[in-house]
């Protein structure tokens, strides 16, 4: 099937519905200016709607293309779908950096958003999914890539704690080893394949890839597109709904924003759990590649990042809290290469500790 089927496909249908629905609103909204609450409600529950579809459309495209163009479903994860679903933080970094031209602060947003968007992925939202449905790990997967994202956080720390930021030197670092990462994984992709082949833990049925190349590409595309516009509506609509509920704007950018800008990750990864863990583990590890060493490392070539923040909430609990937050994945991963419903409570228990810890050293609930 291609092209013409698509778009008869009844998938494409509901997110065209969603998302020509969700414009109207906000267009409705804005004319007759009305902020209610179930306005608001209203336009969160749709977001998400399209959000869930959307990435269910995407990974459906990814896994297929996977297939056709006979290449692992991990290095899809690990490529294709952690940039595209890094395209927030890498617009949000990026920007940041042109700010901070004139606005010193701006910095501090940048690499904050990086290690919160890495804490919040690596803790919570592998901890959803595998509360959601638990996983065997490969220990490929671990060796090579788990490895790749410890050192890429503990490079990017080093960077950020020894010039208290990121030089434009630096930044070209980052992004060069990360050119080589991808280019190693490519040359490797026949082998990476087999191994994935190998074994029980993904199963692939050739019967059920019956669209086109250009079909799939399409859907990726599409998905990709779709996810990030819901998401970007998600975050802004439930940002206003906060402030119109007087909620301090440093609770919506540590909870909303953080959160809000891995909700693709999130979404991709708990629709493709059920049908290529690759993709799954392969999106989240690979987005904790890409934005501590790309997202980051383009931002610091437009301008280099200072952080400005005297005392630093940065360097005394986000960055702390990532390495021991990623470090522990890695560790529950590697024991016995599984991830058990168990390990997923920790984890979003972890994440919940330390945003209390940080609210605490913000307004002070709790006198130490």
Known sequence: MGIPQLLHYNTLAITGSLFIAIIGFKMWKEKI??????????????????????????????????NRAGVSELIIGLTIVSIGTSIPEILVSSVSALKSVNDPQAADLAIGGIFGSVLVQITLCLGVVVLFKGMSIRPSWLKRDGITMLLSIFLLSFFVYSGDGLTRIEGLILVTLYLIYIMWLLIHRKEIREDELTGKSIEVDPNSFNWTTTAY????????????????????????????MKIPQSVIGTTVIGLGTS??????????????????????????????????????????????????????????????????????????????????????????????????????????
């Open 217 to 244: 590409i399409s859907m990726i595309a599409l998905g990709l597109f779709l996810a990030v516009f819901a998401a970007q509506h998600l975050v802004s609509t439930a940002s206003d709904l906060a402030v119109s």
């Open 263 to 368: 909700l693709p990750e999130l979404t991709i990864a708990l629709m493709a759990v059920r049908r290529s863990e690759g993709v799954a583990i392969g999106t989240l590890i690979g987005s904790n590649i890409t934005d501590p060493l790309f997202s980051i490392g383009i931002a610091a070539l437009i301008n280099p990042l200072s952080i400005s923040e005297t005392p630093s909430q940065l360097l005394d609990y986000i960055i702390p809290a990532t390495i021991i937050g990623s470090s522990l994945a890695i560790f529950m991963m590697w024991t016995q290469y599984q991830f058990k419903r168990w390990e997923g409570i920790v984890l979003v228990l972890f994440y919940c500790v330390f945003l209390g810890i940080l609210l605490n050293s913000q307004f002070e609930i709790i006198s130490v």
């Open 33 to 66: 200016e009305w902020g209610t609450l179930p306005l608001s409600l209203l336009l969160l529950s749709l977001a998400l709607a399209l959000l869930v579809i959307s990435a269910d459309f995407f990974v459906k495209g990814a896994k297929g293309l996977a």
